[in-house]
């Protein structure tokens, strides 16, 4: 079994910050991408930053330039750094990997529980 655990979720002003970290345990061989997306009430799950595991990135328009993605591949952690937040920015932050359990498995995408962020204006 794989878990993802994500921590950092919180309730914030708008303007400031908080850090998002995700943790990624269990029966992994290797783990191609790992990445954030987002679900506020009424709307559909959307992608906020990815990264793979050669280093690139790729943000949502809305976040770019205030939202940084990290990830620690020796320890399976991927990391949000959100700053100049919005009162738009509110909703259940979740965590994603695509990954191999074994060196012939498929890449499967996992997901973790969530973590809400509420930013208040």
């Known amino acids: 079994q794989v878990h993802l655990v994500e921590s950092g979720g919180g309730l914030v002003q708008a303007g400031g910050s908080l850090r998002l970290s995700c943790a990624a345990s269990?029966?992994?061989?290797?783990?191609?991408?790992m990445g954030w997306y987002r679900q506020a009430p009424g709307k559909q799950r959307e992608l906020v930053a990815v990264?793979?595991?050669?280093?690139?990135?790729n943000y949502a328009d809305s976040v770019k330039g205030r939202f940084t993605i990290s990830r620690d591949n020796a320890k399976n952690t991927v990391h949000l750094q959100m700053n100049s937040l919005e009162p738009e920015d509110t909703a259940l932050y979740f965590c994603?990997?695509?990954?191999?359990?074994?060196?012939?498995?498929?890449?499967?995408?996992?997901w973790g529980q969530g973590t809400q962020v509420t930013v208040s204006s």
């Open positions: 269990g029966s992994i061989f290797s783990i191609n991408a």
């Open positions: 990264t793979t595991d050669g280093g690139s990135t």
């Open positions: 994603n990997a695509d990954l191999r359990r074994t060196v012939s498995s498929p890449i499967t995408r996992w």
